[in-house]
């Protein structure tokens, strides 16, 4: 299973879904993009989603909004 989670600090929401997957310890088993670090990584999000809302997580190239959601996903197939 491939995991991107497109993000930014700002985002309490994205801040939220980091902070579970800090406390699963999965953290090298998704691939990370900070998209105000990485602009390639905004314009990626923007190509695949049509904005730039985050968090977003890409599960084998499907994508994933909203963090209570993201969450729910995660502890289910890592816990």
Same mark, same amino acid.
């Given at each position: 299973?491939?995991? @991107? %989670?497109?993000?930014?600090h700002e985002?309490?929401?994205?801040?939220?879904? %980091?902070?579970?997957?800090?406390? %699963? &310890?999965? @953290?090298?088993?998704? +691939?990370?993009?900070?998209?105000?670090?990485?602009?390639?990584? +905004? #314009?990626? %999000?923007?190509?695949?989603?049509?904005?730039? @809302?985050?968090?977003?997580?890409?599960?084998?190239? &499907?994508?994933?909004?909203?963090?209570?959601?993201? #969450? &729910?996903?995660?502890? &289910?197939?890592?816990?």
């Amino acid at each position: 299973m491939k995991l @991107q %989670l497109y993000f930014h600090h700002e985002c309490g929401f994205s801040r939220s879904v %980091l902070n579970t997957i800090n406390n %699963l &310890k999965i @953290q090298d088993k998704i +691939e990370l993009k900070n998209i105000r670090e990485n602009p390639e990584f +905004e #314009k990626t %999000l923007i190509e695949i989603m049509g904005d730039k @809302q985050v968090p977003t997580l890409i599960v084998d190239e &499907k994508p994933m909004r909203e963090s209570e959601d993201i #969450k &729910k996903f995660l502890i &289910k197939s890592f816990l």
